[in-house]
Nanobody, 124 residues
Framework: QVQLAESGGGLVQAGGSLRLSCAAS????????MGWFRQAPGKERELVAA????????YYADSVKGRFTISRDNAKSTVNLQMNSLKPEDTAVYYC?????????????????WGQGTQVTVSS
């Protein structure tokens, strides 16, 4: 199983940007599709963005399309989430997750490893 560690969260004003990174170790990173999820207090964990292991396919939730960009570097075993034009409703704990498949699953149950999460807080 791959081990995942997120970094890059923090406090930012509305309209600002943050870049989250997730470092993977333990297995061949290029075998895994990757996803970024978020969970706000009292809400279910939701898929924000995902990327196939070959980078050919990307998925974005409607709420972040045009503002967030997911990318990966298989040589460095990292996946990143660039978040621009942040809104207070983007406030949540953000998790990266891996799935041993070519295409990223759309549900949390399809992922087999998770990071510990990183807090993103957007002030109005």
């Amino acid at each position: 199983q791959v081990q995942l560690a997120e970094s890059g969260g923090g406090l930012v004003q509305a309209g600002g940007s943050l870049r989250l990174s997730c470092a993977a170790s333990g297995r061949t990173f290029s075998n895994y599709a990757m996803g970024w999820f978020r969970q706000a207090p009292g809400k279910e964990r939701e898929l924000v963005a995902a990327i196939s292991r070959s980078e050919i396919s990307r998925y974005y939730a409607d709420s972040v399309k045009g503002r967030f960009t997911i990318s990966r570097d298989n040589a460095k075993s990292t996946v990143n989430l660039q978040m621009n034009s942040l809104k207070p409703e983007d406030t949540a704990v953000y998790y990266c997750a891996s799935a041993l498949s070519s295409q990223p699953p759309r549900s949390a149950g399809g992922y087999d490893a998770w990071g510990q999460g990183t807090q993103v807080t957007v002030s109005s």
